[in-house]
């Protein structure tokens, strides 16, 4: 019998409906049975394409005898993360400072007051490598709660404490200037691998905002070091595993540091990011390679993520079936040399396999290969490899398919709308402008209610109960003022402007210009969660600080402007010291830096072709974070139109920074000139 999460939207938690542990969703409904009952609370999160969450629920959860004792002693809250990033981020605090490390799924044993007293992650079966077994855990924490009680409170309420005194201090609320920036580069140099790109050891994670920042650097001060950095990596996760050579997308990560084996899962916010900074080291260098990767992730997002409302999933999971029934990590993904030779018969094989580095031995389990492409001395036929890759793909594609997480989540859509509209813009694509617009039009017509607040997530157009984060406003901002640019139409930037007001009134500490990740008026949890940090995707704190910038460029809202600027001083404190962590702050610093630029261009509509060919150069600019506005001259579209004529007749771009315009232009070149460098 299906339990309460079989009313749920979230595909994670519907994956544990037919549990025979009696669940609850997040609720105060579920805290009062606690209290009533008298039980402590079993507080189990993680999310749908998590490999080892599958693994935990295969073992315990859908085991009888595990779940009789669970509901026999305990109130048992399932979470998706994704859907709760509030609830995840305060109980993973606590995890990490008990332990020192945290990751999901997250098992945490709370009191019914919701506060936290013993934690872990994964707890298999059996004892096994030092851990105990998940019912030795349950047995433990029981026989405390049963025996010791006031105890139990005590640790719980000293880690409360605890918690609420780890309030971050970020120095003054100052942003970063030339020194910061210059500091946080060089941190970068130190722990980047020249050998191989990226940053760090293994597992190794796409830096896909640092290479952002990298990239505007670059265009800002000319440091080629910079950009050799954004380029290499660029280039070795296009080369590696991480990256489908065959279908184009980002896996999560690699597992070692060259990029070749990955964890399989694709991520909706790393291809989006990605997508994006591929096309920027596009317009930075003109590399054919970099273009290739933007429109093969962008076709990827629109082709395998798209949603039937015009959203974007969530995620691919990891493993799928590999043929006999079995669940495997990467099944759908990785070829042996026989598999090749099914496929293309021998001499395309044997070409094949020499391409994408497929062995005897294998890079993956079982001896098999992910596809990647190493550097090779000879040339190769692109007719022939372009014919090889489209039957590979064509084979792979009746392989049993990985699962997909249907949830559109706000925050990744706003990443996925910039990406989009923007390779769009730059290589001529209307259908990925559209396939944006699509998108943002859902947000607008199902996310956001009549005070323009906005639901985190939906699912089959209809729209979820958990109310937006930061990160949601901000990067839904984000991409909202990305079409604007792209577009010319007013209304976004209008939605934009909504959205950050709420960030102003509803998210920022007015004395400090800190920001929090949840509303003033959200539901109250142990402690109000606060992460600067970049980490998978911008922080809220940094992303809002970005389209606060932007915005105030595109309209001169003096309180916008000051709330980036005030936003930005965690970034003068954490730039130099973790720049790989901040990496989407560092960006916003850079934009900052470079004023950013404000480009109006007039014309007598938007598709007459020299106004076309002004818009685009201007859309082309590397100029650090510069704003975009375009549009038939008179209109009242957009702020930056009012009171700019034609020039003698004909369309022209006008270039501001810092309360300062150049003259117009109505010449290519000289509007290209003045937005690069």
Known sequence: MPNRLAQETSPYLLQHADNPVDWWPWSGEAFEEARKSGKPVLLSVGYSSCHWCHVMAHESFEDQETADYLNAHFVNIKVDREERPDVDAVYMEAVQAATGQGGWPMTVFLTPDAEPFYFGTYFPPAPRHGMPSFRQVLEGVRSAWADRRDEVTEVAEKIVRDLAGREISYGDSQA????????????????????????????????????????RHHARTGSEGALQMARDTCERMARGGIYDQLGG????????????????????????????????????????????????????????????????????????????????????????????????????????????????????????SVLQLPQHE????????????????????????????????AAWNGLAIAALAETGAYFDRPDLVEAAVAAADLLVRLHLDEQVRLARTSKDGHVGANAGVLEDYADVAEGFLALTAVTGEGVWLEFAGFLLDHVLVRFVDEESGALYDTASDAERLIRRPQDPTDNAVPSGWTAAAGALLSYAAQTGAEPHRTAAERALG??????????????WGLAVAEALLDGPREVAVVGPALDDPATKALHRTALLGTAPGAVVAAGAVGSDELPLLADRPLVSGEPAAYVCRNFTCDAPTTEVERLRSSLNG
């Open 176 to 215: 970063p200037g030339e020194e910061e920036l210059a500091q946080a580069l060089l941190g970068l140099t130190r722990e980047y691998d020249a050998q191989r790109g990226g940053f760090g050891g293994a597992p190794k994670f796409p830096p896909s905002m640092v290479v952002e920042f990298l990239l």
């Open 570 to 583: 965690v970034v003068k404190a954490l730039g130099p010291r973790v720049p790989r962590f901040i990496g």
């Open 249 to 368: 997308g980002f896996a999560r990560y690699s597992v070692d540091r060259e990029w070749v084996v990955p964890h399989f899962e694709k991520m909706l916010y790393d291809n989006a990011l990605l997508c994006r900074v591929y096309a920027h080291l596009w317009r930075s260098t003109g590399s054919e390679l970099a273009r290739r990767v933007a429109l093969e992730t962008a076709d990827f997002m629109v082709r395998e993520l798209r949603t039937n409302e015009g959203g974007f999933a969530s995620a691919l999971d990891a493993d799928s079936d590999d043929g006999s029934g079995k669940h495997v990590e990467g099944a759908y993904y990785v070829w042996t040399p026989a598999q090749l030779v099914e496929v293309l018969g021998e001499e395309d094989a044997e070409l094949a396999a020499q391409y994408f580095g497929v062995t005897d031995e294998g890079t993956f389990e079982e001896r098999a």
């Open 378 to 409: 000879g040339v190769f036929d692109a007719e022939k490899v372009e014919s090889i890759k489209q039957r590979l793909l064509a084979a792979r594609d009746a392989r049993p398919a990985p699962g997909r997480d249907d949830k559109v989540v």
